[in-house]
């Protein structure tokens, strides 16, 4: 019996990398499409996964899917960061919306295709303040980037509706975890000016808050989600709300460091508060986020430095 096809779109990235890790072990045949404009091809193994560099805005990457006809997609490759969107609102609309429609369109006629699992984010509620949000809350971006995701949400459901496509899209809280040094997060800020012995800087006051969700919790329930039913909007999160500040000072302790923060004015496009609540994806699944933020915090700080010796509180 031929074995499912997976295809991840950026596979080679943050995220991405992580969920082909936890599949090349599976029954699943695992293909990887990915321009690495952000990605390394050296975070997924060559000899067991299957690469096609390409920008899945491309017909390349259209006819690709064509042909390949995958069981599942995990749909990861994405323009991700707020402030860029918020300076480049074109090219953040062109890979979020024209670059996830082209992989949807290439999708939704394919034979025996099962399930296309679309990575979303909090930040589609933008400064929504009836937390904890539910899958229901009213969406109101403060972002390019969190337009740019409720739209192409938007298509996946339409899609759905026209041609019974499957799918689960999937509303991230913050993710961290070991990154690369290119990224914006605030955890990933923050590790990079301490190390240097350098003030971490925050936006604001400090005291907004997020729900943060470590990596290899989201990574499971990507896997998860081509199984998940009913179709629709789930949230993954830990439930939780942690200030920056609390953030600042878990890593602090753990690096043995009392460096002065440098406080900045607040940004446009932030928001101040978030929290999702995630029952509906754990009612539906055998999922449960598995690491505490201080728990994760030592994950993240050991995978970033191997010589750090940090203790589990």
Request: aromatic share 8%; proline share 5%; net charge negative.
């Amino acid at each position: 019996m031929e074995k499912n096809k997976i295809l991840i779109t950026g596979g080679c990235g943050f995220i991405g990398s992580y969920v082909v890790s936890m599949l090349v072990n599976t029954p699943y045949k695992i293909f990887v499409l990915d321009n690495l404009s952000t990605g390394q091809k050296e975070n997924i193994p060559l000899d067991r996964v299957s690469l096609t560099v390409c920008d899945i805005r491309s017909e390349e990457a259209y006819e690709y899917i064509k042909v390949l006809q995958p069981n599942y997609v995990i749909h990861l490759a994405a323009q991700i960061d707020v402030q860029t969107s918020m300076q480049e609102q074109p090219y953040d609309a062109d890979i979020n919306i024209m670059g996830t429609l082209n992989v949807i369109q290439a999708c939704k006629d394919l034979p025996n295709f099962k399930k296309f699992v679309f990575a979303s984010t909090a930040a589609v509620y933008g400064n929504n303040t009836d937390l904890p949000l539910t899958e229901c809350s009213t969406t109101t971006p403060t972002s390019p980037y969190g337009q740019s995701k409720l739209v192409g949400e938007q298509y996946l459901a339409l899609v759905h509706e026209l041609y019974r496509l499957p799918y689960a899209t999937l509303r991230f809280a913050n993710v961290y975890g070991k990154k690369n040094h290119s990224a914006n997060d605030v955890i990933t800020n923050f590790w990079r000016r301490l190390v240097q012995d350098k003030s971490p800087e925050i936006f604001g006051t400090g005291n907004q808050t997020r729900d943060f969700i470590y990596v290899e919790d989201i990574a499971r329930a990507l896997i998860e989600a081509i199984n998940v039913f009913p179709c629709g909007v789930y949230n993954i999160s830990t439930n939780e709300q942690t200030s920056i500040n609390k953030v600042l000072g878990i890593m602090n302790d753990l690096l043995g460091n009392d460096i002065p923060v440098k406080k900045l004015p607040e940004r446009p496009g932030d928001i101040l508060d978030s929290c999702l609540a995630n029952d509906k994806f754990v009612k539906h699944t055998n999922w449960l986020p598995e690491e505490t933020i201080h728990s994760g915090l030592v994950k993240t700080i050991i995978g970033t430095n191997n010589q750090l010796k940090v203790g589990v509180k």
